[in-house]
């Protein structure tokens, strides 16, 4: 097995690469260290890992590129997790989701088929469900329009993994459900909740305490990839996978853990977004089924694991990644 990962300096693709690394399984990896959020985080994240020498830096919309990576490894199994994230910047900066969530997919897709991997593994999101579905929400549902130009180009990605004809590999996508952990994305609330009380600032609260989310811890989503890596189930059709804890908990729930844990948190109200859906809930009944491992650890194990990560960073090093992102 000879793994390549897109976005490997990124939170997702960096935990995965480190957990490949432990299992002793050959991967490189590439990145295009893009500005959403500190590239200098990114390559901390790298240094961290000792994988620097084996992550590329390259543009999956670089098409000759990114095509002379896979004709010089050869992999056998692509995981595809390069994108631009973030539901609110979509809406202000639009272009960086055409050319690497939908155009950079499509070409990491033809390369994957052009040298015949075995399978290609690619992140989707919880954001593809939009708003007015039963929770929990199932990957058979039939989906209305997404709420944000970021879970378009997701839902984009699917539909391609689904139509685009292809030899025998095997397409399988991951509907991360709010992920956090060590490492993660600086935008995000569980980053931003924890460095702001670290950093002895204010939180800026731009939604409802009461929406509620499926929080999915980092290292659970590496299992669950490994396994399908792993694998030896043939799937003759592309399938899609809820990633998700499968116990959804409000922002007000999610204070309070932390204040269990004895960390002081200030939150200042600010105005709504009103792309921000009021739930997410993802049922892993298919995990379940697939023989997968669903995503086990509790929120309080991950918030507390998630704050003694942040406090082993040099403070001037995560008042740095906090200030750029917001």
Not at 82 to 97: E, I, N
Not at 128 to 134: A, H, K, M, P, T
Not at 168 to 194: C, E, H, K, N, S
Request: glycine content about 6%.
């Amino acid at each position: 097995m000879r793994v390549l990962v897109t976005g490997a300096a990124g939170f997702i693709g960096g935990n995965l690469m480190e957990s490949l690394k432990v299992r002793g399984i050959e991967a490189i990896g590439l990145d295009n260290f893009s500005s959403y959020y500190s590239p200098d985080m990114k390559r901390a994240h790298l240094d961290f890992t000792k994988l620097n020498s084996c992550t590329h830096e390259i543009d999956i919309s670089d098409e000759t590129s990114l095509n002379k990576l896979f004709d010089n490894y050869r992999p056998t199994h692509v995981v595809h997790l390069a994108a631009q994230g973030g539901v609110r910047a979509s809406k202000t900066d639009p272009l960086p989701y055409i050319q690497s969530n939908q155009t950079g997919f499509l070409n990491v897709l033809n390369a994957a088929e052009r040298i015949g991997v075995d399978k290609f593994l690619y992140a989707s999101s919880s954001s593809v469900y939009g708003e007015g579905l039963q929770a929990p929400f199932k990957e058979s549902e039939t989906l209305s329009a997404p709420k944000s130009l970021y879970a378009l180009s997701k839902l984009s990605n699917e539909l391609t993994a689904k139509h685009l004809p292809g030899r025998q590999t095997q397409r399988i996508g991951f509907r991360f459900f709010t992920v956090y952990g060590p490492w993660g994305r600086p935008d995000m609330a569980v980053f931003r909740l924890l460095a702001s009380a670290r950093l002895q600032e204010k939180f800026k609260l731009t939604a409802s305490t009461e929406v509620m989310r499926d929080f999915t811890y980092v290292s659970d989503v590496s299992n669950v990839i490994d396994a399908a890596l792993k694998s030896n189930v043939n799937l003759f059709t592309p399938e899609v996978y809820n990633v998700a804890g499968g116990s959804p908990f409000t922002l007000a729930q999610l204070f309070e853990v932390i204040k269990d844990l004895g960390i002081s948190i200030r939150v200042e109200e600010a105005a709504v977004d009103p792309l921000d859906v009021k739930m997410t809930h993802g049922s892993v009944s298919k995990l379940e089924a697939s023989n997968f491992p669903v995503p086990s650890t509790n929120l309080r194990d991950g918030i507390a694991q998630t704050w003694n990560w942040m406090n082993n960073l040099e403070i001037d090093q995560l008042r740095a990644w906090f200030e750029y992102s917001s």
